[in-house]
């Protein structure tokens, strides 16, 4: 990052060039907000309220060269007026170190509003174009686990982190930003690092989230669950995988339990199709679930599954269906329909 430091440029802002170079930037923003705010939807909100912020403050500007820095300068400050008296986002298994029991009685309770920690699509979160070592740093650093733990910062430090570790920000850059010193970044920088560590080592942020490479696992996982194979489906588990399904507090820890949820609770789920979909840089699915009308399936879930030693180690079904309307999935299913293409979605906003 290097034009916080340009000098200003003389003349008028050409207000339509301007337009264009801040489109440019919305990616790069949406994931910023997105890692700070732990929601797609709320990344949205904050980035449109930062561009409006920012057409409304024109004459603070100083000169075009300078408009990265002042963007993130804007949605800086728009997440920590978000994240003011906040409580933090998370997944159901982070919250509670007991998993749900009985399995049939998994669904008694829930989750209020904003306090789940939100997936999101990976190419509204990651900027294209970008040096391949950097998209992969970045795609790193959008996957869910890691989210989910930089939820546990302050959301100062969680800026800090962001900013230095993610957008290699110098600490100077960052402390201009923050209006404070470099002592303090380098200071909230080492005491995040070592959050986030803890977190890792406790096992909160283990990385292992599924990639597009590992073809077999993909395959086999969508055939035995659109097949409704449990014993095929049972093979792809850890003996002690976890299932988290917010809204909802339940989580689940062990095959033999998933499995049981799956025949039992959630055997409403038989016959659905599930889509392939990039969500926090890793393959997901969306899932249509049977409906009511014969040949119709809808929409159900976002599963984000993580993988570790070529078993599946988690299951992350996100039953928040307005998510299909932001990510430009279609609202059904029709038998016959070929299934939806990622380049056929609606692009973000």
Not at 15 to 37: K, P
Not at 74 to 93: E, F, M, Q, S
Not at 233 to 238: I, K, P, Q, T
Request: charged share 25%.
């Amino acid at each position: 990052m290097t034009d916080l430091l340009s000098p200003p440029d003389d003349g008028v802002v050409d207000r339509a060039d301007l337009e264009a170079r801040m489109a440019t930037h919305r990616a790069e923003l949406t994931g910023y907000c997105y890692r700070m705010l732990g929601s797609s939807f709320d990344a949205e909100d904050a980035v449109q309220d930062t561009m409006v912020r920012a057409w409304r403050s024109l004459d603070k500007l100083q000169g075009p060269g300078a408009l990265r820095s002042w963007l993130y300068r804007i949605a800086t400050n728009v997440c920590l007026d978000a994240l003011d008296g906040r409580k933090r986002r998370a997944l159901p298994v982070d919250l509670s170190d007991e998993p749900s029991a009985p399995v049939e009685a998994s669904l008694a309770g829930s989750l209020p509003e904003g306090s789940w920690v939100e997936p999101a699509l990976t190419r509204q979160v990651v900027a294209v174009g970008s040096d391949p070592a950097d998209v992969a740093v970045t795609r790193d650093s959008v996957r869910l686990a890691f989210v989910a733990a930089l939820q546990v910062l302050p959301p100062r430090q969680r800026a800090v982190l962001v900013l230095r570790e993610v957008l290699r920000w110098k600490a100077e850059e960052v402390a201009r930003l923050l209006d404070t010193s470099v002592p303090a970044v380098n200071s909230a920088l080492q005491r995040a690092r070592a959050t986030v560590a803890a977190q890792t080592e406790a096992g909160k942020a283990r990385p292992g989230e599924v990639d597009a490479d590992q073809t077999q696992l993909l395959a086999g996982y969508v055939d035995a669950f659109t097949r409704y194979d449990m014993d095929a489906f049972v093979a792809l588990l850890h003996a002690d995988a976890v299932q988290d399904m917010p809204p909802f507090t339940m989580w689940l820890r062990s095959a033999q339990d998933i499995v049981a949820w799956m025949v039992g609770p959630g055997s409403a789920c038989e016959g659905s199709t599930l889509v392939p979909v990039s969500l926090n840089g890793s393959t997901a699915f969306a899932q249509y679930k049977p409906g009511d009308v014969p040949g119709v399936k809808r929409p159900f879930a976002f599963q984000a599954l993580e993988v570790h030693e070529g078993r599946i180690s988690r299951i992350t079904s996100f039953l928040d269906t307005r998510l299909f309307a932001l990510f430009g999935l279609p609202a059904e299913l029709r038998e016959g329909d070929p299934l939806p293409e990622p380049s056929t979605w609606a692009a973000p906003a």
